[in-house]
Nanobody
Framework: QVQLEESGGGLVQAGESLRLSCAAS????????VGWYRQALGKQRELVAT???????NYADSVKGRFTISRGNAKNPVYLQMNSLKPEDTAVYYC????????WGQGTQVTVSS
């Protein structure tokens, strides 16, 4: 059973940056799509950004121009660079990976203070 673990979250002030990483418990091949989702307290989980195997990226309107998703390797399949963070970006961020099945990480907390 492949497990994903996010890292890089933390407490920052508005305007600062964070870089999230996603590590897999074993090398993963045949990745169709990787991405990041987030869930704020009391809200539903929402898409932040995804990127396909051929490099097509998709972003939520709320993060366009501030966040950048990038693909890594088989062990660290995806990263998320988050710049100009806002208090409304506060949430638990989850790594998502799709091969012939779907995998989720446990999440990392990002808190942005005003």
């Amino acid at each position: 059973q492949v497990q994903l673990e996010e890292s890089g979250g933390g407490l920052v002030q508005a305007g600062e940056s964070l870089r999230l990483s996603c590590a897999a418990s074993e090398n993963i091949f045949g990745i169709n799509r990787v991405g990041w989702y987030r869930q704020a307290l009391g809200k539903q989980r929402e898409l932040v950004a995804t990127i396909t195997s051929d490099g097509r990226a998709n972003y939520a309107d709320s993060v366009k121009g501030r966040f950048t998703i990038s693909r890594g390797n088989a062990k660290n399949p995806v990263y998320l660079q988050m710049n100009s963070l806002k208090p409304e970006d506060t949430a638990v961020y989850y790594c998502n990976l799709v091969t012939f099945r779907e995998y989720w990480g446990q999440g990392t907390q990002v808190t942005v203070s005003s």
